[in-house]
């Protein structure tokens, strides 16, 4: 894409050379952006995640835990990446002409029946990615968008992550943009009990992104394999 300016901004029509470096740089920094991206409360964001993380954290601690008694007293919390903010990003929802339920194996072996809600769009390094999204079960308000079910691989999978994926939960905002923030994926709970059948994700919601946010295995794992 080539920018021009109008002749009348300067009498000569030119752009005095001290200009040109800042213009170049703002140029630049909205290509990066990806076409048509709105802006992001990154303070706000941050805050949100922190909400988040100390509810996760508190699940984990309660009598409620998904963690088996017999292993709560060496289980030592959860890991996350730092927080990074450059790993939040708006997406927008194509929604499916008509929902179909599509089956999902489970890390127990079973076959999950999901409804396919819509394909998620977000650009990252340069390019579209794309993410099928599931409508999450239970009861729900009709007048408040569905939440949705977003299973996913990314480059720290298998390595960093557990090798069956995270999850992110999102909802649409009421302008219908959907805010993936990566630093609220999680692992599945059967990655702290094996009992629990989780979903794992389709070849589709494969990321070719090293998405270093959100939950993560203790350092001494990831380096094991486990």
């Known amino acids: 894409m080539i920018a021009t300016f109008p002749a ?26 990806g076409p048509d991206e709105p802006a992001l409360d990154r303070a706000a964001l941050r805050a949100e995640w922190e909400t988040w993380r100390a509810s996760r954290d508190s699940l984990y601690a309660s009598e409620e835990s998904p963690v088996p008694v017999d292993l709560r ?9 730092p927080y990074d903010s450059t790993r939040t990003y708006p997406a927008s929802l194509q929604p499916a002409l008509q929902p179909d339920t599509l089956y999902l194996q489970t890390s127990t072996g079973e076959i999950r029946p999901m ?13 579209t990615h794309r993410l099928t999204a599931y409508i999450a079960g239970g009861p729900r308000d009709p007048a408040v968008p569905p939440s ?17 994926g995270r999850y992110l939960d999102v909802r649409p905002d009421p302008d219908g943009v959907v805010r993936l923030d990566f630093n609220r994926a999680y692992h599945p709970t059967c990655v702290v009990n094996p009992s629990y059948s989780c979903p794992i ?21 990831a380096a094991s394999g486990a």
């Open 73 to 81: 007293e060496a289980f030592g919390g959860l890991i996350y990446f």
């Open 148 to 164: 949705l079910f977003v299973p996913f691989r990314d480059q720290t999978t298998g390595r960093e992550t557990y090798g069956g």
């Open 115 to 127: 409804i396919a809600s819509g394909v998620l769009s977000f650009w990252a390094e340069g390019r």
């Open 8 to 33: 009348r901004l300067y009498p000569s029509g030119m752009i005095p050379p001290r200009r040109v470096p800042l213009l170049l740089l703002a140029l630049l920094a909205l290509a990066a952006c």
């Open 201 to 221: 994700p389709p070849p589709q919601n494969t990321l070719p992104l090293l998405l270093q946010a959100g939950e993560r295995y203790p350092e001494t794992a």
